[in-house]
């Protein structure tokens, strides 16, 4: 044990003087002599001079409340004692019991050796009065200097190693809190990380399953692009020539009654009769002209697709106005807007964005008709926001709306061609699909925020410039 954590410091508290000087010569012996002799030895034996054990030191009081005073004294001094001899019997002032009772209450570690020929209470009421048995001993008097010399011993020791216990002890509570707090700060730190990750993953999850989606997209369109172009020109051919035969006809039906045979005539009509032809005459039109809005909205898909796979990027990028292409939108689907919803708009100060401008319209005509579609019979509201971020390298427009909101399960699929929750003839399941495919290749980015009864936010951020593509 390293020297300096020992604590030999010892307190006698008795009323008779003559037992001081007992203590005295029992437990701090004429050392001088002693190391004269070891000296001595030393020469003879050309040994080390032996290392004397550390000496005691000791104190004297002759009341309880003399004895009590040193042990704050001491306390205060950050000196203190190991051990304390107390006397039982004490007429003057306290007796031992009130002494060492107050003695623990300053200082609890304080090892007790009460001594005493004959006491007031038994045994066993001092020891029930004194909450304090493992640091308690008993000395009968007379008492053997051995005896004395001895507890003096091994209870400074006693209180040494409660002490280092206490030290290590303490220690080692510091560093396991400290682990804790470490271990805290790396599991917190993990967890973010864990949070950050997943949401990179699917984002990288989206985004390849719109390529993908985007390649397959494209081929689709090609594929589809030539028939719908051909079957486009045909039925134009077709329209003028049913007109062309329509026209002969009306011609034959002028001359069939001049015609002579009446045979021939009753013929005519029985076969006009079967074919019915005067419904035909009127069907045929309405056929074409309901194809023909078919064929327009293929066509309509087609380019949707194409747009959405980005094969088409002819168009050059301009500085445009974004507030100014959101107002002439709204201007276009007002009509849809009209019924249904209030807009308010909160518009910040907008720098111009480098962009291809009728794509972006495209993408908040999108927001703004699946807003209104999804507010339902009542009046809503839709908010249209824009800023610019902190960072002045983007802006942000948001069109929140107060409809249906959009479930947990529904929002992963949101973004992919073809996915509609609406009715056929009302939704493509384009809209949203083209707008990301937009927004992605203007470096940007595009999110939702939604919540099931109450509505939804989808925000749009885009680069004021184009750092990539232009220049
Ligand atoms: N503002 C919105 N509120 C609620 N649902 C929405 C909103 N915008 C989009 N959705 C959901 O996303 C789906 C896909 O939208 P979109 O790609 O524009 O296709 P479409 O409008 O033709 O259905 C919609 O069918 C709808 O379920
Ligand atoms: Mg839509």
Known sequence: MNSSLKNRRILLIDDTPSIH????????????????LDAVEAVLFDAKVKASATPFELDSAYQ???????VCESLKANRPYALAFVDM???QGWDGVETIERLWQEDPLL???VCTAYSDYSWEEVLERLDGRDRLLILKKPFDNIEVCQLANTLTAKWDMTRLAALQMSELEQEVQQRTVEIRRTSAALQVEVVERKQLESQLLQAEKLASIGQLAAG?????????GFVSTNFGVLEGNFAKLLEVLLAYEDVEQSMGSADVVAKLKSLRERVELDYLKA???????????????????????????RVDSAQELQWANLQQGID???????SEL?????????????????????QINQVFMNLVVNAAQAIGPERGKIIIRTGVDDDGENVWMEVADTGSGISAETLPCIFDPFFTTKPVGKGTGLGLSLSYGIVQKHGGNISVHSEVGVGSTFRVDLPIRQVALGE
């Not at 689709?220 to 719908?228: D, F, G, K, Q, S």
């Open 21 to 36: 000087q007992d203590f005295r010569k029992i437990l701090l012996p004429d050392t001088s002599a002693e190391s004269d």
């Open 89 to 91: 019997r004490m007429p």
């Open 220 to 228: 689709v369109a090609h594929e589809i692009n030539n028939p719908i």
């Open 64 to 70: 309880g409340q003399e004895g009590l005073a040193k």
């Open 111 to 113: 090892q007790i050796v």
């Open 338 to 358: 009209k019924y249904k919803a209030d807009v308010i708009k909160e518009y910040g100060e907008l720098p111009d964005i480098e962009c291809w401008p009728s």
């Open 283 to 309: 069907d045929i039109p309405l056929l074409m002209r309901e194809s023909k809005e078919g064929l327009t909205r293929v066509r309509q898909i087609v380019q949707d697709l194409r747009d959405f796979s």
């Open 328 to 334: 002439s939108t709204l201007n276009i689907v007002a």
